[in-house]
């Protein structure tokens, strides 16, 4: 089993909609929470960043962690087709004897949004 | 504009063959990261650097290396390069050792043929 799981889609919806993006994982010592958005041809670029489990509302994007499900999500409201990207999720947990943070990426849901 | 600097853009080279990519971080940032991303295994963790020193290693092949200066700029060097270490290798800058909220630079793709 993959310590993170993501459906690569792709996922296509109409402009407007409510977006609903998945990763489940494995390890339990992930603490941190992340996702990324990356549009093609460039780098990620951090959208949210969460810590422990619950919401986090920023704009149109709610994070959701649920570490006891070990499933954590994105939600995208009101989606304009320049959300139209490839969406990563990430997590981290301790490296342990260095005190640094390792980010192990899910492998992206490519998301088409149609106007 | 993340802040992190990757030079170069493309590179296309032959099998057998070394290049240095290289990677200037966000203003401020001291740690550095170096990952790649391929179709089949999404992005992966190479090794990261903190303020000169390695902190943590992922899945590097022991024919690459990374190094990180005085001036925190860091250089991943691949050697004997293979058909399957073509892939867009990005690199990544934080403020701390804390990878949390890490942003990417643009990425150099690398075509070996």
């Known amino acids: 089993q993959k310590e993170v799981e993501q459906d690569p889609g792709p996922l296509s919806v109409p402009e407007g909609a409510i977006v609903s993006l998945n990763c489940t994982y494995s390890?339990?010592?992930?603490?941190?929470f992340m996702w990324y958005r990356q549009y093609s041809r460039k780098g990620p670029e951090l959208l949210m960043y969460t810590y422990s489990s619950g919401n986090k509302e920023d704009g149109r994007f709610t994070a959701q962690v649920d570490k006891s499900s070990k499933y954590i999500s994105l939600f995208i409201r009101d989606s304009q087709p320049s959300d139209s990207a490839t969406y990563l999720c990430?997590?981290?947990?301790?490296?342990?004897?260095?005190?640094?943070?390792?980010?192990?990426f899910g492998k992206g849901t490519k998301l088409s949004v149609i106007p | 504009d993340s802040g992190v600097t990757q030079t170069p853009k493309h590179l296309i080279t032959a099998t057998g063959q070394r290049v240095t990519l290289r990677c200037s971080p966000r203003s401020g940032d001291l740690s550095v990261y170096w990952y790649q991303q391929s179709l089949d295994q999404g992005l992966q963790f190479l090794i990261q650097?903190?303020?000169?020193?390695?902190?943590a290693k992922g899945n590097i092949l022991e024919r690459f290396s990374a190094q990180q200066f005085p001036d925190l700029h860091s250089e991943l060097n691949l050697s004997s390069l293979e058909l399957g270490d073509s892939a867009l290798y990005f690199c990544a800058s934080s403020e701390s050792r804390l990878n949390t909220e890490a942003f990417f630079g643009q990425g150099t793709r690398l075509t070996v043929v």
């Open positions: 990430a997590m981290s947990a301790a490296y342990s004897g260095a005190g640094s943070y390792q980010l192990t």
């Open positions: 390890n339990s010592a992930f603490q941190y």
């Open positions: 650097y903190y303020n000169g020193e390695e902190r």
